[in-house]
């Protein structure tokens, strides 16, 4: 990473409450082709979250502890803030003095935006502004919301002109909390009901419906120069798993989560 920061753009998109077991099981079954085609060797890394809900976990990993491989350690960092005593920092890692990455990442030259998902990123009160507060361009309307059933496709439109806003040496850090994962999804399953509800179904529909739109989030942001995307779930969530629904609990369910980083090539 410290070869990467400074010379190209950054892409984080975190697919909220994503389950790493529903996501294996579409890429395995074909029924991810996009997102298929850009992980290494068309698989999901198997790791485990930071936190066991949104704010939580991504104050931890604006701080640099992206998920965590989920095997004995320790695990070298991407990103890690200067503090004595870590074991998790190496001579690739980006070490940064500024209390978070966003605020780093501003600090060497990058234009950082933050496009919002669910409710932590509303900006509609304190809570909800935190977290896009990092951000010197942050953007959230009620089309990116969980309500939404065309929430990730506005999002990514969002995005679009967010980069083509930029001069092209402008370098960009593209923050994005796809909401689409997460309750209420039932609407992305044809034939489901808001009567009988979410289930892990409608939630691998919710993937399936990302999976569509998330080309035109990878072309813009390959559009300028080499793009480095880490693409990963913030934390899982329970359909009734032994008895448990949601998350913001300790069940594997919630603490196991999928993730991937690589390049995005320049266009042609």
């Not at 079954?29 to 790791?47: I, K, M, N, V």
């Not at 059933?149 to 040496?169: G, I, N, R």
């Not at 892990?200 to 993937?207: G, I, P, Q, V």
């Amino acid at each position: 990473m410290t070869e990467v920061i400074g010379r190209d753009d950054l892409l984080l998109l975190t697919l909220d409450t994503l389950r790493y077991d529903v996501a294996v099981e579409l890429a395995a079954a074909g029924r991810l082709p996009t997102l298929s085609a850009h992980l290494p060797e068309g698989r999901w890394q198997r790791r485990h979250a930071p936190g066991s809900f949104t704010y939580a976990s991504h104050q931890a990993i604006f701080a640099g502890f992206l998920p965590t491989p989920a095997a004995p350690g320790p695990h070298p960092r991407l990103f890690a803030a200067r503090f004595a005593g870590s074991e998790t920092t190496a001579e690739g890692t980006f070490v940064f003095d500024e209390p978070d990455l966003v605020t780093a990442l501003a600090g060497r030259g990058y234009h950082t935006v933050c496009i919002g998902g669910v409710g932590f990123f509303n900006k509609q009160g304190a809570l909800g502004s935190v977290l896009p507060g990092l951000f010197a361009e942050s953007h959230w309307e009620p089309e990116f919301s969980v309500a939404s059933p065309t929430s990730f496709e506005a999002q990514v439109a969002c995005a679009e002109q967010a980069v083509a806003a930029l001069p092209d040496e402008q370098r960009i850090f593209l923050f994005l909390n796809a909401s689409a994962l997460h309750q209420p999804n039932w609407f992305h399953l044809p034939g489901a009901t808001r009567a009988a509800g979410d289930s892990r179904e409608t939630h691998a529909a919710a993937l399936e419906y990302i999976d569509t739109q998330v080309g035109r989030l990878f072309e813009v942001m390959r559009s300028r120069r080499r793009c480095f995307a880490i693409v990963c779930s913030d934390h899982g969530t329970a359909y009734g798993d032994d008895g448990y629904t949601g998350h913001r609990l300790g069940h594997e369910s919630v603490w196991t989560v999928p993730y991937s980083h690589f390049f995005l090539e320049p266009s042609p």
